[in-house]
């Protein structure tokens, strides 16, 4: 699993980048690839433990926020604060995600 760079959010979707390589995650997509049972707008499942995003999408494009540097030691505030804006765009544009059960 790596970690994609977020690199823009519209209504659209996400365009993430991963080194040279970028791939747009399409809102619309997603939500019609969601199971029935998450709703018409659930674009992706969520792990809050793991501050990870597995988009609807075929294969499941995986988003995982990681804490960089001397924050890893400290509680990982960087990469749960980048999971949190990534949730609140998603819900901006009409979108949800649904928690990964534990």
């Known amino acids: 699993m790596r ?8 209504e659209k979707g996400i365009t993430l980048k991963r080194g040279k ?9 997603c939500a ?6 998450k709703g018409g707008n659930c ?9 990870e995003f597995a988009f ?8 995982c926020f990681q ?3 001397w924050k890893k ?7 749960a604060k980048r999971f949190q804006e990534l949730l609140a765009e998603i819900e901006k544009y009409g979108y949800s995600t649904a928690e990964l059960p534990q």
């Open 3 to 10: 970690e994609y760079e977020v690199c823009s959010v519209c």
């Open 73 to 79: 030691r400290f509680g990982r505030q960087d990469g």
């Open 21 to 29: 390589e970028e791939c747009f995650v399409g809102f619309q997509a």
């Open 43 to 51: 674009v992706a499942l969520r792990n809050t433990s793991t501050l």
């Open 32 to 37: 019609a690839n969601a199971p029935l049972q």
């Open 67 to 69: 804490a960089h540097g």
């Open 56 to 63: 609807f999408t075929a294969p499941p494009t995986i988003v």
